[in-house]
């Protein structure tokens, strides 16, 4: 069966997922806002457009009329997506669950109002103004994301009532698309997040990955290893709560539900409807399919017949600290003479700071202390500096 996917966002994570594809015979075209975006580099074809001009869109999907569409970036203008479904088009995994995703308001009304998770307080604000309103109603500390960002663009911490003008203008300043709205949530003084990736199928059952730990720095993750330990209480409640929430976005495919682990419970805090960023540790090899795999199988509707742990394993990112074009890598020797580790360098053209460029993969055994196996990723990152 050779279907055709069209890619709409071209980054690590596509990339792959299309080489997952590429390896059983898959065609892919690949699309993304700059040429040479790491996916195009090993896909079939590429088109360079802005994903939220809906009427660009619509030429390319009438270009090349895919069999799927596989959304791996949010701002999409998704809209448009349910309009593809019925041109009989399958969007993964749903029109629903990318355009839910695509602006945070969506997805937690959903997850709060309609299906009772626990998530933290929050109240959405759309000026200066109006955002001191929610933070008096929230309470200090909370957090302020834009509506529609990601890797925690935008994001800062309102610890008192002299930060409130900053982060509405660092929230509009990460802002993307044409959303000039933010969410305020209460600071969750969580113990451990983790990454809990669902894969929904079109027959069979959902199935869960082994619990993925991970840290993030300004919004966006610097190491993630699997598996992470959670009390049994606190994993069966993140499994019941990612497969209430993945079955009202409906389709198939991997999901990455993301979770606070505080002292009073389980908080939902988000989820993504296709491969997460945490989810490259499953690159070294941690469990029988890598979250890529798993993302494909479930679209083409292939079985899966489980999903196991093969061993522990780590990732940490390596990041880009200037502006520049076309970096090269130093101290690949270095990486590459370290046991059990492997690492991806992405390949995009040009960098800017805190960009991620590669990461760095460690394992051992299963049951190995995981702490060792995180420390040396960090250690294997450091040893890749760009010039
Ligand atoms: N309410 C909160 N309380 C405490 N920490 C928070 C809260 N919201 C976010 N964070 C921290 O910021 C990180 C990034 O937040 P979030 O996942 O909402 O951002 P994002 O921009 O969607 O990131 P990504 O797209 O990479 O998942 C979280 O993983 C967590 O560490
Ligand atoms: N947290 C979401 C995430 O990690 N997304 C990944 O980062 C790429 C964008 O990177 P860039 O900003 O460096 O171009 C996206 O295309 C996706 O692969
Ligand atoms: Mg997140």
Known sequence: MNKKFLLLGSGELGKEFVIAAQRIGQTVIAVDSYAGAPAMQVAHGFEVINMLDGAALDAIVAKHRPDFIVPEIEAIRTERFYDYERQGITVVPSAKAAN????????????????????????????EATLQQAVSEVGMPCVVKPLMSSSGKGQSTIKSEADIARAWQYAMEGSRGDVVEVI???????????????????????????????????????????????????????????GKVTEALGGAGIFGVEFFLAKDGVYFSELSPRPHDTGMVTLAGTQNFNEFELHLRAILGLPISGI???RAGASAVILAHHTGEQPTFSGLAAIASLPKTDFRLF??????????????LCYDDAGTDIASVVERAKEAAAKVTLD
């Open 100 to 127: 839910f995703t695509m602006n945070r308001k969506a997805i937690r009304d959903l997850a709060t109002k309609e299906l009772g998770l626990r998530t933290a307080n929050y109240r959405y604000a759309t000026s």
């Open 308 to 310: 196991h742990l093969e």
């Open 184 to 242: 305020v949530e209460a600071f969750v003084n969580f113990e451990s997040e983790i990454t809990l990736l669902t894969v929904t199928q079109h027959q069979g059952p959902t199935l869960f990955c082994p619990p993925i730990g991970h840290r993030q720095e300004r919004g966006d993750y610097q190491e993630s290893w699997q598996p992470a330990l959670v009390n049994v209480t606190a994993l069966e409640e993140a499994k019941m709560m990612a």
């Open 347 to 360: 390949g995009k053209p040009s960098t800017r700071p805190y960009r991620r460029m590669g990461v760095a």
